[in-house]
């Protein structure tokens, strides 16, 4: 098992530590919902009920107990090493994901539109989503989770060096 | 609204409110009230009651239809198009020229008869989810043309100058061969239509009273094998004709020839439809054969043009013809980037490795099924899902590739309908590397090029990872070096 190296670079810049708090706290919320769950079932579903019920009954709390250890103990410090952005001076380059990576290369004089969302969630911890459009519906940058400035400072800066290389943009 | 003296507001034809009243074009929003109406009158009435209703709404149609006309009107300037309409509350769409990016011009059959067109202006909206398109619905066949040509010229391409489409610089491309209607019976979407025939039939056939389905079946019929096999001949039958003609009645006449910096691709028996795609805007090509397709060597192409509403049916540039025929049609418009890369090994391997472990998911089921139930055809059909799997596995691999030519590349993909993308460099508007953990173990990488014309995004799945920076570079620009790896 010979692990090959990664097909592009990883971009320079990480997100701020404040983002595995909020992917914690998502994750905690998940938990939660996914525990309330599996108690409605243990309580409501009598083990008599012939079928399957007997496995589920303890195959169903192993999977959430699984899913709470990956979900909040390990998936947000992996997702902070994965995610990465970068803006250089030609393109916009993001890493996404955890077990499937996605890098995303958006030039520059193609971005169509800069948008900055802030969620709930983001708001609670001061961070802010910058979303990079073009003119394809796939061609999208999301720069997760950085620090509200931060995210306002790359999204004017962006949209101004958009309006003055523009090509055509399609 | 627009800058500059406002045009002239043009108004449709009057005899639009005729077609209108006989298609039941406003009426038709009518008929979920009128049906529980009817249900509370009921038909007791008999003939009278019948006849009323049909008077009643024959008016009401005939009312909406000159309403709409009365509310409707257009006007063509220098810089925008402008449509007024709406009963109460008013509404004025402005089409700035330069967004504009198509026009086309159809003829119902209906429409055809009262020599009138209905005028399509594909217009380039800002969200996703708007209203792409301005209908202007129901002008002579002249002012049909002289709008479609105005837009056109006004927008500042390189449109056609003489007035009647009879432009001197007119180059065919392409023009229809009735041989192709052959193919049709082995294109998936040709066979669909006589199913839908059959499908609205049965669901008419179910609204008569009594039940004809059952008295068909209560005759005397042959019984055994001369019955079955005489429907299923009669069903393949249907099913073949049935394709042939819907290819006919869609395809009849078609022809694409090059108008100055245009191609217009003229169709249909019934409904003439006549589209018209700016040069400047296609980025690249596609073609696609079927698994039907393949055996006969039958292909489609169909060109990307930016910010195009429907670009499924308007972007056709063959709907159905040799895949030589459609590859010239490529070759003419987007440069040839050279023959297929294949993908390594490995991608076949990841394709096998699915199959067998689907096929021996369905084995285990199988054991597990035969022990508990003492079912063992489960068992029996594990090899068989693993056999095929493997035979489909290869042929999908077989159709992955890639290649990179001086302007332009391609990628091609799909197993039931094997799609090859020509595009050119300046097309991609962005990269989209994607890893799974299993390619990262193959060293494997799934690329898109995201593009603002078609579906959005053209995926080389499964190419080697050490080749993704070269391949991206060379099929873009030096913008994409951003990603190759240092040293």
Not at chain 2, 159 to 187: K, Q
Not at chain 2, 439 to 459: E, F, I, M
Request: aromatic share 6%.
């Amino acid at each position: 098992m010979t692990t090959a190296p990664a097909p592009v670079r990883e971009p320079s810049w990480e997100l701020p530590r404040s983002a595995i708090g909020l992917w914690t706290v998502e994750s905690a919320i998940s938990t939660v919902l996914l525990w309330l769950g599996a108690g409605a079932f243990l309580l409501f579903v009598p083990p008599s009920a012939g079928g399957p019920v007997p496995v589920l009954r303890w195959l169903l709390p192993t999977l959430a107990l699984v899913h709470t250890v990956v979900a909040v103990g390990i998936r947000p410090w992996v997702k902070h090493r994965v995610y990465r952005w970068e803006i250089t001076a030609e393109a916009a380059y993001t890493r996404t994901g955890w077990l499937t990576q996605t890098w995303t290369l958006v030039p520059i004089s193609r971005i169509q539109t800069v948008d900055v969302t802030r969620g709930v969630l983001q708001q609670a911890f001061g961070l802010a989503t910058v979303a990079v459009l073009t003119a394809s519906s796939q061609g999208t940058v999301r720069i997760w989770h950085l620090e509200h400035a931060v995210a306002q400072r790359v999204a004017d800066d962006l949209a101004r060096r958009a309006e003055l290389v523009r090509d055509q943009a399609t | 609204m627009t800058a500059g003296p406002l045009p002239e507001a043009r108004r449709t034809s009057r005899r639009i409110v005729l077609v209108h009243t006989v298609t039941f074009k406003q009426a038709r929003q009518l008929v979920p009230v009128l049906i529980p109406v009817v249900a509370g009158i009921g038909f007791g009435g008999g003939v009278t009651t019948v006849v009323l209703l049909a008077v009643a709404i024959t008016l009401v149609s005939v009312a909406a239809a000159a309403l709409s006309w009365w509310r409707f009107s257009y006007a063509d300037g220098p810089s925008a198009v402008v449509i007024t309409r709406g009963l109460l509350s008013r509404s004025v769409r402005t089409v700035p020229n330069d967004r504009i990016r198509g026009v086309e011009v159809e003829a119902p059959p209906v429409h055809r008869v009262f020599g009138l067109v209905r005028v399509r202006i594909d217009a380039a909206a800002g969200a996703a989810g708007e209203d792409e398109e301005v209908v202007v619905d129901g002008v002579p066949r002249a002012e049909g043309d002289r709008l479609r040509v105005a837009v056109l010229t006004h927008r500042g391409a390189t449109a056609p100058d003489a007035e009647d489409g009879e432009a001197p610089a007119e180059e065919e491309l392409s023009r229809w061969d009735n041989r192709w209607l052959l193919y049709a019976p082995l294109v998936g979407s040709y066979l669909a239509l006589p199913a839908a025939a059959v499908g609205a039939l049965s669901r008419l056939v179910d609204e008569i009273p009594g039940d004809p389905l059952e008295d068909l079946f209560a005759l005397e019929l042959p019984a055994g094998w001369a019955l079955a096999l005489g429907v299923a001949a009669a069903a393949l039958l249907l099913l073949v004709a049935g394709s042939v003609i819907g290819a006919a009645v869609v395809n009849w006449g078609f022809r694409l020839v090059r108008r100055g910096g245009s191609l217009v691709a003229v169709r249909g028996l019934v409904t003439r439809r006549h589209t018209e795609l700016e040069i400047d805007r296609i980025r690249g090509v596609s073609v696609s054969e079927g698994l039907g397709m393949r055996l006969v060597g039958a292909g489609r192409a169909s060109a990307l043009v930016t910010g195009l509403a429907d670009a499924e049916r308007r972007g056709q540039l063959l709907p159905l013809g040799p895949r030589e025929e459609a590859w010239s049609l490529a070759d003419r418009l987007v440069d040839d980037p050279g023959p297929l890369v294949a993908h390594p090994p490995a991608a076949r391997r990841r394709r096998i490795v699915r199959a067998v472990a689907l096929g021996l998911l369905v084995t285990v089921g199988g054991v597990v099924l035969g022990v508990a139930q003492g079912h063992w055809e489960l068992l029996a059909a594990g090899p068989v899902v693993t056999a095929l799997g493997v035979l489909l596995a290869r042929s999908l691999y077989a159709s992955l590739g890639h290649a990179v030519g001086p302007r332009s590349f391609s990628v091609r993909r799909g197993w039931l309908v094997r799609e090859q993308t020509v595009l050119e460099r300046r097309a991609v508007i962005g990269w989209e590397v994607r890893q799974s953990w299993f390619q990262r173990r193959d060293g494997l990488a799934t690329v898109t090029a995201c593009v603002g014309a078609g579906s959005g995004g053209y995926a080389a799945v499964d190419m080697s990872a050490a080749e993704v920076p070269a391949f991206t570079t060379a099929a873009s620009g030096p913008w994409a070096d951003t990603m190759r790896p240092a040293g």
